[in-house]
Nanobody
């Protein structure tokens, strides 16, 4: 079991930056692949980014590639999402998600889908004004 708590959301002008954090409880954080998803009003929750338990290269949705960067600090049981050059269309509730994996240098099946994760945070609101 792992509990996830996001923080760092807020209101920012277009072109600005925010850094989201997700703190995880429990042990063996390095055996959890982590993901960020977002859900805008009236829309389905969508994949933003993911990183393996071992760290290393990450994956991103095309809509955020080049602007967002995911990272993790296993000793601190945390994962981060640095969001730069924010646009109004980035406005959404952002969720952190986790999936336990035995081999943390592989992505799990469905890592770009909600069903690929077992644990979710409560979400943090990001609002980008134009």
């Amino acid at each position: 079991q792992v509990q996830l708590v996001e923080s760092g959301g807020g209101l920012v002008q277009a072109g600005g930056s925010l850094r989201l954090s997700c703190a995880a409880s429990g042990r063996t954080f390095s055996n959890y692949n982590m993901g960020w998803f977002r859900q805008a009003p009236g829309k389905e929750r969508e994949f933003v980014s993911a990183i393996r338990g071992s760290g290393g290269s990450a994956v991103y949705a095309d809509s955020v590639k080049g602007r967002f960067a995911i990272s993790r600090h296993n000793a601190n049981h945390s994962v981060y999402l640095q969001m730069n050059m924010l646009k109004p269309e980035d406005t959404a509730v952002y969720y952190c998600a986790a999936k336990w994996v035995q081999y943390n240098y592989y992505y799990q099946s469905g890592y770009q889908r909600q069903s690929g994760y077992d644990y979710w945070g409560q979400g943090t609101q990001v609002t980008v004004s134009s």
